[in-house]
């Protein structure tokens, strides 16, 4: 996990989240394929985050502290509440969840990160606003804390989600 | 949870073999191309998933990978990675070993995304040729066949390619055990990666079969 407030470009890579009330920074998650990224952004206190969510259930570590969603999503969470993020007032986005390869589990394993998401939210009253799930070509998201854009660029295209 | 412990000794047998396999594949490749294509002595070591990532470029570099699972008593994911440039260069060298250079098609677009359909089948199958060289290689270590799945070939960001055989490796472990070299034709590097990842139930069985458990 990373924490700053200087205005810089901020990633979270697998299973990790970055969090940032600077109105500069930028949260990127890099080449998100099976993997599932949610942007959370709060428009009144102008306070972001993206976490990088690798499988839908299992163990976290301390070195990957979103690796999980059922684990981690609290954790994500409740540091965005540190920050002064009211969740219910918060803009959530998810990207992510393709299925990269036809063989082996890839493809389950996108569908099952995009189901997880969705349920562990609604277990705690929240839902997304917008979503880029699914299909088969790989994401890398970018959120803007200052005014809450979430860029999501594909091999060869950018669109704001 | 940790990998399974290995003496210096034990790892210096597990390399050996590697880097056998990974000698058979440079010679499958440079069969179907007609040229020589050497392999450089692989590296094999343990690493995080950010770790494999990096190794592959970073996950948002352009690669063409071709993707072939293992399985059997062996099983897990191998893939070959290049650089969008590099797969080119590397399919008009396959393809001039095929078909002569007389015959090669000219290309359509210079769009460095853009691969016709006859590149993509000629990495196909070199990347089909050099796994299954090297899974062969290692299948002479083990009392049960390995088999490997029909090709996939991918051109997308490192990340997202390898973020599924990622998953699927770390749901229930910290580090995997990646083996990665490089190739050279003509004395200029092709600069691909040969990613060979075990999944973690199968790293006793190999270790065990190469001789390098108590060492």
């Known amino acids: ?161 | 949870m940790t990998m399974l412990a290995l003496s210096d000794a034990g790892q210096v047998v597990v390399a050996g073999t590697f880097s056998r396999a990974m000698k058979r594949a440079g010679e499958a490749m440079s069969s179907m191309s007609g040229q020589i294509i050497e392999v450089q002595t692989p590296i094999l070591r343990r690493c995080t998933a950010a770790e494999v990532l990096a190794i592959a470029g970073g996950p948002e570099e352009l690669v063409l990978a071709v993707y072939v699972g293992i399985k059997g008593s062996l099983s897990g994911h191998s893939l070959l990675l290049f650089p969008l440039a590099d797969a080119h260069r590397l399919a008009q060298i396959l393809l001039a070993g095929l078909l002569g250079p007389g015959e090669l098609p000219m290309k359509a677009s210079d769009d460095v995304l853009a691969f016709d359909e006859l590149e993509l089948s000629a990495l196909q199958e070199a990347g089909n040729v050099t796994i299954s060289a090297f899974l062969n290689e290692l299948g002479m270590h083990l009392h049960e066949p390995v088999h490997p799945t029909p090709p996939q070939v991918v051109i997308e960001m490192a990340g997202a390619v390898l973020d599924a055989v990622l998953l699927d490796l770390f749901s229930d472990l910290d580090q995997v055990l990646a083996a990665k070299t490089t190739f050279s034709e003509g004395g200029r590097a092709i600069d691909g990666t040969f990613l060979v990842l075990p999944r973690a139930e199968s790293l006793p069985v190999l270790l065990d079969a190469l001789g390098a458990i108590g060492l």
């Open chain 1, 1 to 161: 996990m990373t924490l700053t407030q200087s205005p810089s470009l901020l990633v979270a890579g697998i299973g990790e989240m970055v969090l940032s009330s600077s109105p500069e920074a930028q949260l990127v998650a890099y080449g998100l394929g099976s993997c599932i990224a949610l942007a959370v952004w709060d428009p009144k206190m102008k306070v972001g985050g993206l976490a990088h969510f690798m499988l839908p259930n299992g163990q976290a570590n301390g070195s990957s502290p979103v690796k999980f969603i059922d684990t981690g999503l609290d954790t994500f969470l409740r540091a965005l509440e540190a920050r002064g993020a009211l969740l219910n007032r918060c803009v959530l986005k998810a990207a992510g969840a393709a299925a990269m390869l036809t063989v082996g589990e890839g493809l389950a394993i996108g569908k099952r990160n995009a189901e997880g998401m969705e349920s562990a939210l609604a277990e705690r009253g929240l839902q997304l606003t917008a979503t880029a799930l699914g299909g088969n070509s790989g994401r890398t998201v970018q959120l803007g804390v200052g005014d809450g854009r979430l860029l999501i660029k594909r091999l060869s295209s950018v669109a704001e989600l």
